[in-house]
């Protein structure tokens, strides 16, 4: 059984994260500083997860004073700088609180079952059922176009251009960004990954790019922004066309010039970054609607990289469901992969997988959970809504379609230019949650559509279908 120690001086948090662990058969000891933590010997656990900012010293004590032990980083999303800091400090992850449960399991699983040595994970984790040809990193698959994008990912990794991802939600643009990047030379130095649809607008050029101290009320110290901190390395701006405008002006400067500007200075300062970009939405469409900077689009646009949708990758999708049995079953630490019956296997081909991988990935965890032992996985355990959805989910995002021309079934959410698989993705996420939020609960929901309980949440703001309250 492994053992982890929590370092947390928030006592509810403490006990619920404990309670949570053994439910999981972990063995937990607890602390409430680092001090404390270490009148014991830290040394001795398999995995410490602590949180970033305790009485007395920093979590990321935890990583000296245990040398060779995992620690896992708890950080509130305000202090996200801190926790890439955390990381190059030598943490092994970080997770933002508040957790989602089988978010905060699934990382201290992978933590375990990565052991001392994670350098060694991506390619060998990978190859639990593929060989070198059917994957790139972590990304499994081999129809022809996954073999096209991993070819191309060989030829630009190299070179320092810009490059843009484009792909559905869930498709895997954040595992190309690493790939490019360990495909690199850089890959020695870190790869910054920055949702920009998850940062507050008021936030987001502070956290970009830092602030000198007094730049805004609050500002009591100066700091870097992610950008200075993916120095050397790969800066992955994730939903990308969600950045605002001011930030945009300033992002084009850190391509053009290779320099920043803090907020609150006129001094700049050099930086020497790649830059990888992903979206899911048509930046075409945006910027004709005004809501993206030409120049930036044809500087972001030097080289694109598509990433086509689960449902459109044939054999593929069986490939990467057993891959992912064969490892969470090497996480769960059982004797033998489960099966799939074939009437498992011809529901996971017909289905359309509007949450990608991301979403294959929930339905296998759960069929996994829910399989009784020597029996193959059944179709009605992966749990896939029946029937057809609404609004066809169909071409990839890397197509171009004139904005209005989607037929005009249901109205796009959002925005009358963002192109019709947006709208029709979007329109799918509205009547899903508008159908089951009355039956399900919000982990419910979020494992249905395939996504984290935080982006259920920020879709839901950026929708306008807020949570009810007394829910
Ligand atoms: N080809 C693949 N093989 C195995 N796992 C994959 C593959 N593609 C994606 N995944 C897994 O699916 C999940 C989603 O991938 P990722 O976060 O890279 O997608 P994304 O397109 O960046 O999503 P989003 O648009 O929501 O940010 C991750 O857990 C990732 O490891």
Redesign the pocket.
């Known amino acids: 059984m492994a053992s982890i120690l929590i370092v947390e001086d928030e006592v509810i948090i403490r006990s619920a994260l404990k309670r949570l662990l053994e439910r999981h058969e972990f063995s937990v000891s607890e602390a409430g500083s680092v001090d404390e933590a270490c009148q014991q010997d830290p040394s001795i656990f398999d995995l410490i997860i602590s949180d970033l900012r305790l009485p007395g010293e920093a979590g990321t004590e935890m990583i000296t004073r245990a040398p060779g032990v995992p620690v896992l980083i708890m950080t509130s999303y305000a202090s996200m700088r801190s926790a890439v800091d955390a990381m190059k400090m030598g943490a092994r992850d970080y997770i933002a609180k508040p957790f989602d449960h089988n978010e905060m399991v699934q990382t201290v699983k992978r933590i375990l079952a990565q052991g001392h040595d994670p350098d060694d994970t991506s390619e060998a984790d990978?190859g639990a059922t593929t060989s070198a040809s059917e994957?790139m990193g972590?990304?499994?698959?081999q129809c022809r176009a996954?073999q096209k994008l991993y070819q191309q990912i060989r030829k630009i990794a190299p070179t320092q251009v810009t490059v843009l991802i484009h792909?559905?939600?869930?498709?895997?643009?954040?595992?190309?960004a690493k790939a490019l990047h360990e495909h690199s030379t850089r890959a020695q130095a870190p790869i910054v990954s920055v949702?920009c649809a998850a940062i507050p607008e008021s936030l987001i050029e502070s956290e970009l790019f830092g602030h000198e101290r007094g730049a805004f009320t609050g500002a009591v110290a100066a700091r870097q922004g992610l950008v200075e901190a993916a120095e050397g390395g790969t800066l992955f701006l994730?939903?990308i066309g969600e950045l605002p405008l001011e930030a945009q002006a300033r992002l084009l400067r850190v391509i053009q010039e290779r320099e920043i500007r803090r907020v609150g200075t006129v001094h700049s300062r050099r930086v020497d970054i790649r830059l990888v970009a992903?979206t899911?939405r048509n930046l075409r469409n945006l910027v004709e609607a005004g809501r993206f900077r030409e120049d930036l689009y044809y500087r972001l646009q030097v080289i694109e990289l598509t990433?086509p949708p689960l449902r459109e990758r044939g054999d593929?999708i069986l490939m990467?469901a057993r891959?992912?049995l064969s490892k969470y079953a090497r996480e769960m630490q059982l004797d033998a992969i489960p099966e799939l019956s074939e009437a498992a296997c011809e529901r996971i081909m017909s289905y359309d997988w509007p949450g990608?991988?991301?979403e294959l990935?929930n339905a296998m965890q759960r069929a996994m959970i829910l399989s009784e032992g020597d029996h193959p996985i059944s179709a009605e355990l992966l749990g896939l809504p029946s029937g057809r959805r609404a609004g066809p989910v169909t071409t990839s995002a890397a197509t171009t379609t004139p904005a209005g021309s989607s037929g005009g079934a249901s109205a796009p959410i959002g925005t009358s230019a963002d192109n019709v698989d947006d709208a029709s993705l979007e329109d799918y996420f509205v009547q899903f949650v508008l159908e089951h939020e009355e039956h399900m609960n919000e982990t419910e929901l979020a494992q249905k559509l395939g996504?984290s309980r935080k982006?259920l949440w920020e879709r839901r703001q950026k929708l306008g279908i807020p949570r009810r309250k007394g829910k």
């Open positions: 990978a994957r972590r990304m499994v698959g996954m792909g559905e939600s869930g498709t895997g643009k954040e595992l190309a949702n994730d939903e992903a899911h990433i593929d990467i891959y992912l990608n991988v991301r990935e996504i982006s």
